[in-house]
């Protein structure tokens, strides 16, 4: 047991130690502070809290009268008792009335010790008192401001109590239902038959609870749960306590709440539902089926379970606030399902508000986006791809929005107010479509050659920009652009912002997709202004260098020329026939290649010489070498329109000019008259040379291989040379068939 407190006011030492010694002598376990004044008496009520106080009542500095006025006011629950030497009975009197609980004389000290235990006794029957009539007024509060009507009838039937909630429930006062039957306030008679026989069960012992309908008089047919409670006097029952619960609300939201469960349980999505903390209280079947966890795994987890860790910290902070706003959250989360699977879903998070405006629940709205995610995604990366390959394009890549210069030219040439065709003479209409183009986007490129930093920068100097041919070819495009036509490509010169001529190809090509807006126009420019340079250069070196070649040509031909005067001179010095006949056919040889040279010489084309014109040069200079006045010997050519690069064309020519000088010189021995063929056709990639003469043919034994003679050695080192293939023919004269394909070598 706790020590007891006590406060004692008292001037006296002496009286003090008397008052403790008494108190000691009963046996009470107690502490104590003396105090002789109002400070002291003051502070240690505050601060000290006792359980009595004992006090002098004439004290040099203070009085009891005063001590117990102050503890009145502020503790009235503490006894205060009067211990004094004397006391008069009008005095003592006055205390009681003032507040004193009892008074001690302390020539009388022997009846402190019982005085106090009476004292206290009473308190504990005063605190009790107290704390019982206090646990009735609550309990009294607590069911008159309960919202669920309470009765209790007696075994008359008749209404002894009601609170509040049930005045209201019939709309009447208390007065007009207390000591009144039920039959009195329950005026229809199906209520009276269905309400009787409860009653009766319920003064015989049991405990009864029904629901039904009722029809109530100022809130029309209500839904209760009514339960009916026997109340006991002693061993016998003398009421019956009944409580009304109005569950209407409750069955009009049980109805509603089976729409909403079927309507969440056949939701497309997953559905999920939780408490105020987070805690799941139901999932839908498609969540199961999304997440892999049943109904049963989930409920009591958090959401949480299902969460990657790829979501910021912070965004979890702003969708609790949000939510707890009683506002509504959207979001995107990067899950994990049950078998570790990762997934994307889009969540739409509200607050579920009762009547009152409270929050009870949240619910979750979900949907399955991995495949639009994975759609997004491919999409940034080909954006990406995109970006960087126009990044690094050397072509100058701009994007621009034609939608309003397209419904402009539709409006003005539907009204016919705007002649297309005429466009490019009217430069203020001109101008005008020009601002009406938006730039969208240009990659790096395009700011190199326009020497600008910003889309604003190229808007703002457009008319720098445009020369006077690209506006007439910006005129041209528009006239494509209203017959929808996608792409057009023009070559002109623009300046960039530096005042700089740019000559470029610039191509207009619309976006798949947006042919109909016009709204994604891509303009490209390629500067080709280095590479006119470079082909204009490049021209004048070719020139050079063709007045160079064709110099060198003309030299070698007269060189070769001056080569073949002299083996002519020679032989019309030389006696030996035979030596004759040897520098006549070196003479031809160094024509043969003269010819060629001339050809080129005379030739626009440096790099190839036209072979029929050669070959019929060549035949007819070999036919006068060695006409025989007692001979006639005509030839005749098929020769296609063949070209043969300078590489193919001299061995050609000197193979040409052995066989024919053999056919000449050996062919037509005791004949009169003879026929030389040359013939020459392109098959293909290959070239097929015939050479045919009706002469007396070579003999059936020789073998080619073997003769000697430089003609034919000639021909067969010539024919190696350019990789034929050379073909002898015996029948009815002479026939050479040479096959080859043209090379660079």
């Not at 429930?169 to 007009?176: E, Q, V």
């Not at 494509?480 to 070559?491: A, W």
């Amino acid at each position: 047991m706790s020590k007891l407190k006590i406060l004692i006011l008292e001037d006296s030492k002496l009286d003090t130690e008397l008052i403790i010694k008494e108190l000691e002598k009963d046996g009470f376990n107690f502490d104590f502070i003396r105090v002789e004044t109002e400070e002291g008496f003051t502070k240690n009520l505050s601060n000290y809290k006792p359980d009595i106080i004992l006090s002098d009542f004439s004290l040099p500095q203070f009085d009891g009268m005063s001590a117990l006025k102050i503890a009145v006011k502020h503790y009235p629950q503490t006894p205060f008792i009067v211990v004094t030497g004397s006391l008069s009975e009008e005095v003592a009197a006055d205390c009681i009335k003032s507040g004193a609980w009892d008074y001690v004389v302390k020539e009388r000290l022997f009846r402190l010790g019982s005085v106090l235990k009476n004292t206290l006794e009473l308190k504990k029957e005063k605190e009790n008192f107290l704390e019982a009539e206090e646990t009735r007024k609550k309990y009294e509060f607590i069911i008159n401001t309960s919202k669920i009507p309470m009765s209790l009838i007696n075994l008359d039937y008749r209404y002894e109590a009601v609170n509040d909630a049930y005045c209201r429930m019939h709309g009447l006062s208390r007065k007009k239902i207390i000591n009144y039957s039920v039959e009195d306030i329950w005026h229809k008679k199906e209520h009276i038959d269905y309400i009787l026989p409860h009653l009766k069960n319920a003064f015989s012992g049991t405990e009864v609870n029904y629901e039904t309908w009722f029809t109530t008089h100022n809130k029309g047919l209500r839904f209760f749960n009514v339960s009916l409670s026997p109340y006991y006097t002693g061993e016998k029952i003398s009421h019956v306590v009944v409580t009304s619960h109005d569950l209407t609300e409750n069955k009009i939201a049980e109805k509603e709440l089976r729409k909403f469960s079927t309507a969440v349980e056949q939701s497309p999505g997953p559905v999920i539902i939780t408490d105020i903390n987070g805690k799941i209280e139901y999932v839908n079947s498609k969540f199961t089926e999304l997440t892999g966890y049943t109904l049963k795994e989930s409920v009591g987890k958090n959401p949480n379970m299902l969460k990657t860790g790829h979501t910021d910290q912070n965004e979890y902070k702003n969708l609790w606030n949000t939510i707890k706003a009683g506002k509504v959250w959207k979001g995107e989360f990067k899950n994990k399902k049950k078998n570790g699977e990762i997934y994307w879903e889009s969540t739409t998070i509200s607050p579920i508000i009762n009547e009152n405006g409270e929050t009870t629940n949240y619910i979750a709205l979900k949907e399955d986006i991995t495949t639009r995610k994975k759609a997004e995604q491919d999409l940034l990366e080909s954006e990406r791809r995109i970006r960087t390959i126009m990044d690094y394009s050397p072509i100058a890549i701009l994007q621009q929005d034609y939608t309003v210069l397209k419904k402009y030219l539709n409006k003005m040439v539907k009204e016919r107010e705007l002649d297309l065709n005429l466009l490019t003479k009217n430069k203020d209409e001109l101008r005008k479509c020009l601002s009406m183009v938006k730039l969208l986007d240009m990659n790096k490129a395009a700011k190199e050659i326009l020497n600008a930093t910003s889309v604003k920068e190229i808007e703002k100097n457009r008319a720098k920009i445009y020369t006077a041919d690209t506006m007439k070819n910006f005129a041209q495009g528009l006239v494509k652009l209203t017959k929808e036509e996608n792409y057009y490509q023009f070559e002109t010169t623009i300046n960039n912002l530096k005042g700089e001529p740019k000559h470029c190809i610039v191509r207009l090509a619309t976006i798949p997709g947006h042919e109909d807006k016009f709204d994604l126009v891509i303009m490209s420019l390629l500067d080709i202004t280095l590479r006119l340079k470079a082909e204009e250069q490049l021209k004048e070196s070719l020139a050079e260098k063709e007045i160079m070649l064709k110099e060198i040509h003309h030299r070698v031909k007269n060189n070769l020329q001056i080569i073949s005067s002299l083996l002519n001179m020679q032989i019309r010095y030389l006696k030996n026939e035979s030596a004759r006949e040897y520098l006549q056919e070196s003479h031809n040889r160094v024509k043969s290649m003269a010819l060629i040279h001339e050809n080129l010489y005379q030739s626009k084309n440096l790099r190839e010489i036209d072979f029929s014109n050669y070959i019929d040069l060549l035949i007819n200079h070999l036919f006068s070498s060695y006409n025989d006045l007692n001979q006639s010997i005509t030839y005749q050519l098929d020769i296609s329109n063949i070209f043969l690069n300078i590489n193919i064309a001299i061995p050609l020519g000197l193979i040409i000019n052995e066989l024919v000088t053999n056919s000449l010189k050996y062919a037509f021995t005791g004949l009169n008259e003879g026929l030389v063929l040359i013939s020459m056709k392109k098959h293909g990639d290959k070239y097929l040379l015939v050479i045919s003469d009706n002469g007396i043919g070579i003999d059936k034994d020789l073998d080619p291989e073997s003769i000697a003679s430089l003609g034919l050695q000639l021909v067969r080192a010539l024919t190696k040379q350019i990789h034929a293939q050379l073909e002898l023919i015996r029948n009815k004269g002479t026939t050479f068939r040479l096959t080859f394909k043209e090379t660079d070598n």
